[in-house]
């Protein structure tokens, strides 16, 4: 019996402890954002934060994992990074949205380590493989996102900032009733 921290939630996994942790997920506890690509841990449609840093879930066990506390894309908003997954949509940077998980992971490690990366940075951290092409996008998207978090850090305790509502998609009809 494994035991560890899944999106805030202790959780019990009665399954061999070599089971891969993005099996574990997935059938287990139900949790199928994170998406089995390569089996490699290559692709990066599989990465999970484990003690906030991004790890490929498919080359974790949950003997590896035993005690420790893993995100995934399901709990990412939860721990503060809503603005990654909203500027990911906003610059249009989700296509197919398979690799789309993994990418939010991998961004979301990488701006709570520097919310002001620079492209090389941001080419270095998110080796994820999109088939999409939306890489030229991703840079836009994270840049933004690390510019929201740094902005609602700077005035923590000002709910204002912190709790606005996300800027509308490009794409999406406005709403019954709502300015445009």
Known sequence: MSRLTVNDRPLEFRMDPQTPLLWALRDAANLTGTKYGCGSG???????????????????????????AVTTIEGLGDHGFEAVQQALVAEQAIQCGFCTPG????????????????????????????RCGVHP?????????????????????????AHQPPAPVPATPPVRGEQQ
Do not use: H
């Not at 906030?52 to 974790?60: D, T």
């Not at 992971?105 to 951290?125: K, Y």
């Open 137 to 161: 996008r991703l840079a836009s998207a994270i840049r933004r996102a690390g510019e929201a978090m740094r902005r609602v850090s700077t005035t923590a305790g000002t709910a204002d900032v």
């Open 42 to 68: 290559e692709c990066g449609a599989c990465m999970v934060l484990v003690d906030g840093e991004a790890r490929p879930a498919c080359q974790l066990s949950l003997a590896e994992v035993e005690g420790r």
């Open 103 to 130: 990418i939010a992971i991998s961004a979301a490690a990488l701006l709570a380590r520097n919310a002001g990366p620079s492209d090389v940075e941001i080419r270095a951290a998110i080796a994820n493989i999109c």
